[in-house]
């Protein structure tokens, strides 16, 4: 048969469902999440990186903003360090099921961090989504931009109830324009509503150090294998 046109795992189980779209998912979800490009070769870019900054969202959002989370309140530091220490071979587990699932293309893979339901509040719970990647498309004009928006609230946790709250910032896009800056004051850009928006001038990065999402960027990019043992570069 076909493979299926998405797929959604949790703590390493397929789900029986056909799963939604990765922003109808994040949309009716909380929890810290990062989405990674999975290319046709079963490589993911980036992948260390991503993992780092999955376990600092899930970091910062328990300590300052457990519900988006699915926490009611901060939990127990201890115990939930030793959750998140162990956490990276649970979220590669289900990313190697997902990409057996829908091998054979470019794809966008997104995996979320949330409260287990199930278990004590310490415990976390992996949801790995999987669908085809779609290359944002900006026209020959290049990409166009408005500043128009507030900043987020913990702004350098990426985390899914984002999804839904620029779901109403996209309504103010003027037609034509690519992406929204956000701003609180008018005066200093943050981030943007899609992409980590940065400047840069005489070859310097202008990037602020509050008020955005930060994730380093280099010419070159990594491309990281996962295997039943070990991650390994190419």
Known sequence: PPPPATVLVTNGTVSPQAPPSAASFL???????????????????????????????????????????????????????????????????????????????????????RASPAEEESELEVCVHLGAYVPPVFGEAGARLAVAGRGRDAAAAKYAPWARMRKSMEKMRPPGVTELLLTNDGD????GSITNFFVVCRRVSLMLGFGFLGIQTKLL?????????ETTEK
């Open 221 to 229: 990019v990594p491309c990281y294998w996962i295997s039943p043992t």
């Open 27 to 113: 949309d009716s979800t909380p929890g810290a999440y990062t989405t990674a490009r999975a290319t046709a070769a079963g490589g993911l870019l980036w992948w260390p990186r991503h993992l780092l900054r999955l376990a600092d969202s899930t970091r910062l959002l328990a300590r300052f903003h457990p519900h988006l989370l699915g926490l009611a309140a901060p939990p127990s530091r201890k115990p939930f360090e030793d959750s998140l220490r162990g956490i990276e071979p649970l979220v590669n587990r289900s990313v190697r099921v997902a990409l057996d699932e829908m091998p054979g293309e470019d794809m966008a893979l997104t995996a979320l961090l």
């Open 188 to 191: 200093h850009i943050l981030e």
